[in-house]
């Protein structure tokens, strides 16, 4: 095994309790995020914006709960988004964010784990 997989064996393992149902507390989330490369772009809370006055990569999660709250089916075409990306000429999130598209992500993370991680960003209070 290289160690990139017995890395993500750990992720995945982090993320199941004990009776072997996928967890969704805080912090087996952030372990998954983290561990697929989503923190690279995104964050839990919007923040302003950097020193240069560029908008961060990707929205906040808080904004993209917040934005679909409500909104009956959205973690199926979030977590399409997530495996396959976005479309760079439909962004929804265009002036509030520097990143025109999100890229695929298929490589970096299964499809179950990413609608884990959808569904958990859909569960987030509003921005505080």
């Known amino acids: 095994m290289t160690s990139r997989t017995i890395s993500l064996l750990a992720v995945a393992l982090a993320t199941l309790p004990a ?4 967890a969704t507390d805080d912090g087996a989330m952030l ?41 009956a089916g959205a973690a199926d075409p979030l977590t399409r988004t997530v495996m396959a990306g976005s479309n760079p ?8 964010v520097s990143g025109l598209a999100m890229p695929p992500n298929e490589v970096a993370i ?14 987030l209070d509003a921005a505080k």
Request: charged share 25%.
């Open 19 to 22: 009776w072997g149902a996928p």
């Open 31 to 71: 372990k998954l995020a983290s561990g697929s490369g989503c923190m690279t772009c995104h964050h839990i809370e919007p923040g302003a914006k950097g020193p240069d006055g560029i908008p961060p990569i990707g929205p906040a999660w808080r904004d993209v709960a917040t934005k679909y709250r409500g909104t």
């Open 89 to 96: 000429y439909s962004s929804h999130w265009k002036g509030k």
């Open 110 to 123: 299964k499809e179950a784990d990413a609608r884990l991680l959808v569904e958990w960003i859909l569960k």
